[in-house]
């Protein structure tokens, strides 16, 4: 678009747009919309745009045919590049909904601290001061604890789409609940004036971004699940775009190459976090099993920053696609080639609840390795069911995903969710340390249905009583 234009980020709330773009309303909109007929999120904007001089504003209740599949899924693909080309985006961060605007909402830059006596007048001197929140970019500052880290989330904060729609924007206006706040290529004012300390705005290194990008994106939530991949997909390209390491491919927003490095071994590495929210696996969600994507819910990475000497013992084989020549490689499987453990795992009372929350705690997990190692902490990617193996398939048991509608009904499963001591394997994907005695891998267990096939169940820490780990055939594994 040769034109300048602004874009709106903005949240739909419950309340959908009275007007948007849908096939029995298109000639209506071609014909022109008033002003005062648009939602007052959406008329706020307008409002705006024309005073910093641009003639067109993309709106995506409006541009994108809600009621055509075809047009929305060709639409929701471009949407990063619609961000990357506005002049500005305006971000109406505090607003709930399309109807609640932004512009003339409440802000409270001072209070009032107190007075001050002047005995030479006789008067007195009421003082302000200027409040300091950690709105927008300064989340993560003095203020902004992990405890009270929703504290400073205002409602765009919680949506997952709008995560790229800043991130990629050359520049925005973020109308916050506490500020407005500017950001551009070269630099961020606000109108507080303090420390900018939000780490997820301030690192350089696109490795670091991706891996603080992704955790901040999985504490959001999406209208439709399946939504996942396609609205982080903006960021996935620009990090592309930066990272320069050889044969580096990302499938399934995991990033692989043939020889593993430390970047490529912690987005393997991802895990759920005790302190984190619930999570559960979607059903019907076509998202392999290695991927973050397949879960709902907040996990980390980890980063092995204090490490040293570290190994990469599993190479990635490759992936399981017939033609990999421009195409998106999402749902796929991947073929790994490292030490396997066998091992078991075993949930011997069921979650119980988190004081203060309608929600369960994280299980107590053992998980025992054929090798005895001194310690391990296994954090499983959510909850699970114990399943039989077909004798043609060497009977038994082994686990899998339980996959719920919503985490209400996951919750429900879990409170009375047991599992018995069952046979499982761990893929160790680094070692380090003084004299290599820590490792950190995946959970798998083997298919019910096929011999050569792996879901992953969750993450593992282990630590050795001797210097370097005791030596296991290395096995190919395919995981989906």
């Known amino acids: 678009m040769a034109q300048k234009y602004a874009a709106l980020s903005y949240c739909w709330g419950l309340q959908l747009p009275h007007l948007k773009a849908e096939a029995s309303t298109l000639s209506k909109l071609r014909e022109g919309v008033s002003w005062y007929d648009l939602p007052k999120t959406l008329s706020d904007a307008v409002a705006l745009a024309a005073k910093i001089g641009c003639r067109w504003i993309w ?5 994108i045919v809600q009621d055509d599949k075809q047009d929305w899924a060709t639409e929701a693909a471009k949407m990063s590049t619609v961000y990357q080309h506005a002049l500005v985006t305006v971000i109406a961060n505090s607003a709930s909904c399309c109807n609640e605007g932004f512009i003339d909402k409440p802000r409270k830059p001072s209070v009032r601290l107190g007075e001050v006596s ?9 003082v302000y001061g200027r409040v300091l929140y950690d709105w927008g970019y300064h989340r993560g500052g003095p203020q902004s604890h992990m405890i009270q880290y929703t504290k400073w989330r205002d409602p765009v904060d919680y949506r997952g789409w709008t ?7 050359t520049r925005y206006l973020c109308f916050t609940s506490g500020e407005v706040q500017f950001r551009c290529q070269e630099r961020k004012a606000c109108e507080c004036g303090q420390h900018l300390y939000g780490r997820l705005h301030n690192t350089t290194d696109p490795k670091e971004l991706w891996f603080e990008t992704v955790e901040e994106y999985a504490r959001r939530r999406l209208t439709r699940q ?5 609205a982080f997909k903006g960021i996935q ?4 775009a930066k990272i320069r390491e ?12 043939p020889k593993l490095t430390s970047f490529s071994a912690s987005s ?13 696996f979607p059903k019907g969600l076509p998202c392999p099993s290695y991927s973050w994507t397949s879960v709902n819910g907040s996990f980390i990475h980890s980063i092995p920053r204090q490490l040293q000497n570290l190994k990469f013992p599993t190479r990635c084989l490759g992936l399981d696609v017939e033609d990999t020549k421009g195409k998106e490689l999402d749902g796929t499987s991947i073929r790994l080639l490292g030490p396997l453990y066998p091992a078991t795992l075993a949930i011997p009372e069921p979650a119980k609840p988190r004081p203060g929350t309608n929600y369960l705690g994280i299980e107590r997990v053992e998980l025992l390795t054929a090798l005895r190692f001194h310690s391990s902490f296994c954090y499983i990617d959510g909850p699970m069911k114990r399943i039989p193996i077909s004798e043609e398939m060497g009977g038994g048991f082994t686990l899998a995903r339980a996959e719920f509608s919503n985490l209400e009904e996951s919750e429900t499963a879990r409170y009375s969710n047991k599992i018995e001591e069952t046979p499982v394997f761990v893929l160790l994907v ?3 340390g003084e004299d290599e005695r820590s490792g950190e891998g995946l959970v798998l267990a083997r298919s019910a249905e096929s011999r050569d096939e792996y879901q992953r169940l969750g993450f593992v820490t282990l630590t050795n009583y001797e210097p370097h780990f005791p030596r296991t055939p290395m096995q190919e594994v395919r995981i989906s």
Not at 163 to 169: D, K, N
């Open 237 to 240: 390209h620009m990090t592309a």
């Open 226 to 230: 399946s939504d996942i991949t396609v």
């Open 430 to 432: 680094m070692i380090g």
């Open 268 to 280: 393997l590495l991802w895990f759920r976090n005790s302190r984190e929210d619930p999570a559960y």
């Open 163 to 169: 995560l790229q729609e800043s991130v990629l924007s």
């Open 246 to 257: 050889e044969n580096m491919t990302c499938v399934s927003m995991i990033w692989l190459q």
């Open 118 to 126: 002047s005995t030479e007048q006789g008067k007195s001197v009421e």
């Open 59 to 63: 709106i995506d209740s409006m541009c």
